[in-house]
């Protein structure tokens, strides 16, 4: 079987490429970048492409069986989606696995969200069959704010509401295994989990993980924004401004039905949030004893 990927650089590709390689199928990477293209074992077969010139994908799809679909947050992602099916729709393949959000569903106001819902809905249309995943809030969000956090302040503002996590680890276990057992066929799948801390409790475990106190300084979504808005594009600084505006307000439970369905493609059950945080501080630990070693 020829997998054929988008997102190999991403979180979620990097953990599904080597699941992928152990699996013994065959792998196809379409990247835009030649330096990641060569970063990648030499039997791993790569094909520059770039999804706002649809015309270099044609190449990408040839001979593929699978496709996994992950379109990067861009002002521009809902345009590289339905393109990229309308080339997927020439000459289809078997199966693909887009990774959307359930987001999508729940808050299709935020911009990422909603342009998600509309592929989703052109996936439906293609006829190619498929499988659609919807994760909540990845666990390894949290890594960007790794000075932050070991500085002793969780600053994202969730709210006092439940907010469900998934790790991205096991987005890619349950994508793999949509891609070569071609499970869950034109299902729509959450991928949570049941560990849902809110602001609070989020800090609360980092100081437990980390060992000395983590505070939650509950900013408001535009006290976020604004503390980040040099490090990131405005029009990413709103979408998550918008995006932390609905946690504040609704948060996002999860329930224990919800994830009835995700026991097909990950039957051993997700990672906690809890485990998370305590893996990734000792990680954080350990490189910050290794720079002290003359």
Known sequence: MTVLIFGGSGNVGRALIPILYASGAKIRVATRSTAYAASLPDDIDTVIADMDDPSTLRSAFKGVESVFLLIANSPMETHQGLSTLAIAAESPPRHIVYLSSDLAVRAPMIPHAGGKFAIETALRA????HTILRP????QNDLVQKDVITAGAYATPLGPHPVARIDTRDVALAAATALVDI??????ILLSSLDAPNGNETAALWSIALGHAVIYPDLTPEE????IETMVPPWLDFDLMIMHRW?????HPINQEDLEAQAALLPQGPRSYRSFAEETANTWQSETQSHQVP
């Not at 909540?136 to 666990?139: L, Q, R, S, V």
């Not at 946690?247 to 948060?251: A, D, E, I, L």
Request: proline fraction near 0%; hydrophobic fraction near 40%.
């Open 136 to 139: 909540t809030y990845f666990a």
């Open 126 to 129: 293609s006829g190619i069959a």
């Open 247 to 251: 946690f504040k307000t609704n948060g």
């Open 224 to 227: 976020f924004a604004n503390s």
């Open 183 to 188: 499970r869950a066929k034109n299902e729509v």
